[in-house]
């Protein structure tokens, strides 16, 4: 299995608070993306990363921000959390853009 | 506007018989796609991939079969197992590394 980890794996939180989730790994893989998936939608790419500070928007970045300080971690901010972001969220990484992407465990995310 | 379609949320199979999932896109510029599994409360795992150029893919009890003309793909798992039974996503990429998913098929592997 590949090297990911995400934190934290569950969360609870209330509308209008700022989220941050981390997502780690140990491949030392270049890509980095985050998705979100919903009931009736499969998952959709939120923001990915190609390199060190390197971004870029997804399918559904509004009311997202990403940051990639390092190669090994990236974190996904919800700038003031809305009951429509109640989602279970998943990192991906992947070596080169066009290749296989390798999933994290997911974080449950739940705004009331 | 879905790129990539699963028309079917869910599928249920005898144990050891033939699993067919099926996959529609619209985009003629996908070049390669891929299927995941997915269990309950886990994260989607790689199951087998095929670039545009092939027409058939193998991976032990996996087959992902791909007509370009219809714009469509199919898994079959053949025997089916009830380990089997999981979310299978279908996923399809163009150069630029972006993969975008159908919204899954739920099997269901009876024993």
């Known amino acids: 299995d590949a090297g990911i980890t995400q934190s934290p794996r569950h969360k609870v939180t209330e509308t209008g608070t700022p989220v941050t989730l981390r997502c780690h790994q140990t491949?030392?893989?270049?890509?980095m993306y985050w998705y979100r998936q919903d009931p009736g939608h499969g998952l959709r790419l939120i923001h990915y990363?190609?390199?060190?500070?390197?971004?870029d928007k997804g399918e559904v970045s509004d009311g997202y921000s990403v940051s990639r300080s390092k190669t090994e971690d990236f974190l996904l901010t919800l700038e003031s959390a809305t009951s429509s972001q109640t989602s279970v969220y998943f990192c991906?990484?992947?070596?080169?853009?066009?290749?296989?992407?390798?999933f994290g465990p997911g974080t449950r995310l739940l705004v009331l | 506007d879905q790129q990539v379609k699963q028309n079917s949320p869910s599928l249920s199979v005898q144990e050891g018989r033939i699993s067919i999932l099926n996959c529609d896109y619209t985009?003629?510029?996908?070049?390669?796609f891929l299927w995941y599994k997915k269990y309950p409360a886990e994260g989607p795992t790689f199951l087998i991939s095929?670039?545009?150029?092939?027409d058939k893919n193998e991976d032990g009890r996996f087959t992902v079969f791909l007509n370009k003309s219809a714009k469509h793909l199919s898994l079959h798992i053949v025997p089916s197992q009830p380990g089997d039974s999981a979310v299978y996503f279908c996923?399809?990429?163009?150069?630029?590394?972006?993969?975008?998913f159908g919204a899954g098929t739920i099997l269901r592997v009876k024993s």
């Open positions: 990363s190609y390199g060190v500070k390197d971004t």
């Open positions: 491949e030392n893989h270049r890509y």
């Open positions: 095929i670039s545009s150029i092939k």
């Open positions: 985009n003629s510029m996908f070049d390669y």
């Open positions: 996923a399809a990429s163009y150069y630029g590394n972006k993969l975008v």
């Open positions: 991906a990484i992947s070596d080169r853009g066009r290749e296989t992407q390798y």
